[in-house]
């Protein structure tokens, strides 16, 4: 079992940033993939970024690559997303979510534990 405690969200203007964290309670963190999802109103869940379970492996939807970094610290638990320049259209929930696989996962219904979620909202 693997617990997802997301925080970091909130009000930015357009341009800005804001870093979210993942904190995961359980045993053997290490042992899995990461990735962040988020959904708009409307809209259905989709990926945003991943990392393998060594953070020597990631991969970025195109639409937020060159301005989010995914990263990890598995001395603390914890999966990272520096979101910078941020754009209106990056308004959603985000979402953290483990896999059980060493490797990076794109697909949501691979992902084993999810997260509550975090509201992030860009004004223009």
């Known amino acids: 079992q693997v617990q997802l405690v997301e925080s970091g969200g909130g009000l930015v203007q357009a341009g800005g940033s804001l870093r979210l964290s993942c904190a995961a309670s359980g045993r053997r963190f290490s042992s899995y993939a990461m990735g962040w999802f988020r959904q708009a109103p409307g809209k259905e869940r989709e990926f945003v970024a991943g990392?393998?379970?060594?953070?020597?492996?990631?991969y970025y939807a195109d639409s937020v690559k060159g301005r989010f970094t995914i990263s990890r610290d598995n001395a603390k638990n914890t999966v990272y997303l520096q979101m910078n320049s941020l754009k209106p259209e990056d308004t959603a929930v985000y979402y953290c979510?483990?896999?059980?696989?060493?490797?990076?996962?794109?697909?949501?219904?691979?992902?084993?534990?999810w997260g509550q979620g975090t509201q992030v909202t860009v004004s223009s």
């Open positions: 979510a483990a896999v059980f696989d060493p490797a990076v996962v794109t697909t949501a219904t691979q992902y084993d534990y």
């Open positions: 990392i393998s379970w060594s953070g020597g492996s990631t």
